[in-house]
């Protein structure tokens, strides 16, 4: 964005940004692959069994490490190809400038070629074959996604309900791939009709796109999550489902009021409502922190009590939790164990909820159009990015303590026991090759497996 233009009178700012909504839809993939690489590495450090929690097949390979690889393949396919756009385009590389008066200056129909490789390459490394990460764990995931659509025609399992949260996070990149889809498929060089849909909505999309496709898209994972609340209180009858209903209820009416033509004071109020109610539902619900623990000390620190265990078959002591890595399930599941307590340190407990609070604040943006924020257009792309990034970042930590909870508590009741196996430690899934009989010869695929 600060890259100086080689020749300014040229240079057409808003043909420049049209095609941003591309590589943030690309950007957000990575970053939930970082996010899940992140939750895997926190849990298995924390000795938190995200796999049965989760219902995850337990010969699943696929280890945090292999998910920092992923992501590290597609973010240096990203930063290759957006940097090669933004060079191109500021610095003229392959200048290949139009006279004709319904085209812009610097307008040239070979800079959609960078967009449209980024998607390719993306795509190709997302669904390449794996030795590790195998077909059948993709649709696993996939199907999880349906599960969540089709709600409440099915039982809701803890790692629907996940899923569902996740794609919650995800309202404001759903919300760009109709922009990204009207980029691509609008005329290039672009008109500048399609500038001043861009100058006007965000996007090269017609004006009736964001009346109704964009609320329709940034209001379906609230509405999804809505429908397994209601399922979960047919089921259980507990009206905390109900709450939790609620919740996402005013999620929805955030969506509905952003839209344009309502008074500003009216998005405000709902949105301060529905900000509220979400962030007290984190703490207190999702992660079991209420007044005793958070003000009267009541977090039992697991961190404190297991130091001094003695392995049962080797005579080791563990000095802390992370000097248990490698130990097997028999050792730790024959050390003494209180009552549940928790995976991580009281201060971090007090750093997630500030942090929660302060993000859920930027969480309500991505509900409404940035439109209705800034008529700048630089400062509309700005503000996208930087919401995308927050949210994702928050869910991720959110997921981890939403998982951790779970595991000690049993807090949505969808075990019949308390109790929770210790997850043997896994290498195989490392980047490492352990095998030389499966090998590939791309380079992507050897990083892979």
Known sequence: MALPAKDPATFS???????????????????????????????????????????????????????FTWAMLLSSAWILIFGMYVVDYKWMVIPLVWSSSTMLERASWHYVLYPVVLVGVSFLLLVQPSSICRFRYKAQLLRGIGRTCIAPLCAVSFCDNMIG??????????????????????????????MNLFIKNGSTCPSWEACYIQPLIGGAPFWFRLLQCARRYHDTRQRRHLLNLGKYAASLLVVFVSRPGHQKWVVILVSAVATVYAAIWDVSMDWGLGFREIFCGGLNDCQDDVRGLRSPQTGETFDSPRSWRG?????????????????????????????????????????????????????????????????????????????????????SGYRALLWVPMKVAQNAGDTEVRSTTTRRSTFAQRLLN
């Not at 390979?61 to 998910?67: A, I």
């Not at 990204?180 to 609008?186: D, R, T």
């Open 13 to 67: 700012r808003n043909y420049f940004l049209c095609s941003f909504p591309v590589f943030r839809v690309c950007l957000s993939v990575v970053l939930v692959i970082i996010g899940m690489a992140t939750v895997a590495r926190v849990c298995e450090d924390n000795f938190v069994n995200h796999f049965f929690i989760l219902t995850i097949d337990p010969r699943c390979r696929v280890s945090p490490n292999f998910l």
């Open 165 to 194: 949260d996740v794609l919650t996070s995800l309202a404001k990149p759903l919300r760009d791939v109709p922009a990204a889809v009207c980029y691509l498929s609008s005329h290039h060089p672009q008109l500048q009709s399609s």
């Open 327 to 411: 130990s097997t399930a028999v050792d730790l599941a024959a050390a003494p164990r209180g009552p549940p307590q928790r995976h991580f340190s009281q201060n971090l407990y007090y750093v997630a909820i500030m942090m929660d609070i302060l993000l859920r604040l930027t969480w309500v943006l991505t509900l409404m159009p940035v439109s209705l924020l800034t008529e700048d257009i630089v400062i509309r792309e700005i503000l996208h990015c930087f919401m995308t990034v927050a949210e994702i970042f928050r869910r991720t930590f959110w997921a981890i303590l939403r998982i951790e909870y779970e595991q000690v508590a049993n807090a």
